[in-house]
């Protein structure tokens, strides 16, 4: 059986398929990048699908599940390259992908997640607005 090979770029992980999806390697990507989120602690995943002609049903399922699983561990997934055929595939066997973010490549996958992080963390100088204890000199 052959594996997706799941690399590590920054904060993401960039996990590109440019194989046949079958049932087993699906099965065995969501193990592996579900290891290699906690080993890593990034917090975005890119998955590149730009390769695959065809997703069917099985396939379908797992991306959203590998996404639903890379959430729980504080990771978001955006979905990348994904060809016309593929999301009117997927739109006809009534998977909408709840939950997974989609780009049209890598590069605009990559700008995504860093917007998405940039907007989730705090900003030091409205706590310090925010804190009513905070001391302030003239």
Known sequence: MERVPVLKIGDILL???QIDMEDQTALQL???LAERIVATGCHGVIIDISALDIVDSFVGRTLATIASVSRVLDAE?????MRPAVAITLVELGLSLQ??????NVELGIEMLARSRAEAEPDDDDEDEADPAAVSTP
């Open 30 to 32: 969501q193990e592996d």
């Open 77 to 81: 997934t955006v979905v990348v390259g």
């Open 15 to 17: 996990v590109s398929i």
């Open 99 to 104: 939950g997974i973010r989609t780009a049209l």
